[in-house]
Every structure is written in C-alpha cells, then in structure tokens.
Nanobody, 126 residues
Framework: QEQIVESGGGLVQAGGSLRLSCAVS????????MAWFRQAPGKEREFVAA????????YYANSVKDRFTISRDGSKNTIYLQMESLKPEDTAVYYC???????????????????WGQGTQITVSS
C-alpha cells in the first residue's frame, strides 16, 4: 500500500519562498509520475505542477509558471516544489499525488492520480 508524505508547508509573507517535499513509500521497484495540486477554501482542487517518472517532462499551471519549480530526487519517488515570489492567492492546502509512470491520462486532472497525500497548508500573508 503506497503512502505519500508531504512536508514543508507554513506561513510566509508575500514575496517569500517555500519548498515542499513529497515522498512515496511502498513498492520501491515502481517509479511514479507525481504532481502537486492545491485547494483553497471554497474552491475546487486545482493542478499546480507535475513531473514525469523519468523527470524529462514537467508541467505547470499558468498561474505558477516562472515562480514554481518541480523537481525530483534522481530515480527516487521523492519530489520537491520550490515556490518563489509567493502571493496571497497561493494560499491553499497543497496535495501531492502519484500514479504509475506509464499511465497515459492527462497530468492535469485529479481523476488520473491513484495516490494522494494528506495535504500541507501554505498561507501567504499580504
């Protein structure tokens, strides 16, 4: 049974930076494609960024492009989200998600991820 553990959330002032980490434990011989989603109060969960199992491909929401960077730790199922120039509208619970490396569905939909973390709160004050 896969488990996803996120860390790195917190409170930061606008313009500041934070780094989130996410690790998948379970079947260590399987590589996962992984992503970050976020959900603000009263809103639907939305795509933030994703990275393929090989790390060759990365994808970003327009709202975070050029401010956030997703990366992974070599061949491990550990990813990071480096967030720069944070804005109050980035305030949300951030969720890490994973799916099998060869799953071919869209990276942008929550429906295409089998495993989810519990979420970590990020609050950006103005």
């Amino acid at each position: 049974q896969e488990q996803i553990v996120e860390s790195g959330g917190g409170l930061v002032q606008a313009g500041g930076s934070l780094r989130l980490s996410c690790a998948v434990s379970g079947r260590t011989l399987i590589r996962y494609s992984m992503a970050w989603f976020r959900q603000a109060p009263g809103k639907e969960r939305e795509f933030v960024a994703a990275i393929s199992g090989s790390a060759v491909n990365t994808y970003y929401a327009n709202s975070v492009k050029d401010r956030f960077t997703i990366s992974r730790d070599g061949s491990k199922n550990t990813i990071y989200l480096q967030m720069e120039s944070l804005k109050p509208e980035d305030t949300a619970v951030y969720y890490c998600a994973a799916r099998g490396e060869y799953y071919s569905g869209s990276y942008f939909s929550t429906a295409n991820y089998a495993y989810w973390g519990q979420g970590t709160q990020i609050t950006v004050s103005s």
